[in-house]
């Protein structure tokens, strides 16, 4: 839901304030009701910040894609890619972000092999991993798997192996892909342009929802 993004980052304002506890005039209690807000809501900022800068600020450095595209790293991770903190540097990465509120999305992976790890981490904007694809968690099959937000109801449709459900409406899925070594980053490739994300109505051949409201999105300021 959008709700919680507004809440996380009213509540990391209020937390520039400084507080001493009862010293400073303020109740007892003071203290630990910062750190509670802290746990609460700083987390959730943080991953806002990176959906900010990853699927809606087209201007920034970091930019991927909008809502609902899926994007490859076509190479590893380097020192300018500095939206996550500390990504992998032997890894390429896809990323996801989804826009769960009209309909869920269908992610499909094509069959990897047996040798080779790979996982599709879902992760929701309270930062709670939901669910995870790959070879741990479901196989190397080739399989299709649908992203629901917390509102959606229904049968898991024909053809999908698995429905997960977000807890908010936004969430995201970090593919991980294994590299063996330098030369193996074509083969990564291949199986990136394997992996496909579209809306589950795109996917049944169906008729589309009605389009969800646009969203005046806070902004985010890098300057510190």
């Not at 991980?176 to 490739?189: E, K």
């Amino acid at each position: 839901m959008f709700k919680p993004f507004v809440t996380g980052i009213a509540i990391a304002s209020l937390l520039l304030v400084p507080v001493s506890g009862s010293a400073a005039g303020q109740p007892a209690d003071t203290a630990a009701i910062a750190e509670e807000a802290t746990v609460y809501g700083l987390p959730m900022v943080d991953l806002y910040k990176l959906m900010y800068d990853q699927a809606i600020d087209t201007g920034n450095s970091q930019f991927k894609a909008p809502f609902n595209t899926l994007h490859n790293e076509s190479n590893v991770f380097t020192p300018a890619d500095i939206s996550i903190v500390t990504p992998n540097s032997d890894t390429p990465y896809s990323e996801l972000w989804m826009d769960l509120r009209a309909e869920p999305v269908v992610l499909c992976v094509p069959e990897i092999d047996k040798d080779r790890y790979y996982s599709v981490m879902l992760t929701s904007l309270y930062t709670f991993n939901f669910g995870y694809i790959g070879s741990r968690a479901t196989g190397n099959d080739a399989a299709c798997y649908a992203v629901a937000g917390p509102d959606w109801k229904g049968e898991t449709p024909k053809g999908i192996a698995k429905v997960f459900q977000s807890e908010t409406e936004f969430a995201t899925a970090l593919y991980r892909t294994q590299l063996f070594n330098p030369a193996d980053i074509d083969n990564v490739r291949k199986i990136q342009a394997g992996y496909t994300a579209e809306p589950l109505s795109a996917y049944l051949d169906a008729p589309a929802p009605a389009a969800p409201p646009a969203i005046d999105w806070p902004k985010i300021d890098d300057a510190s």
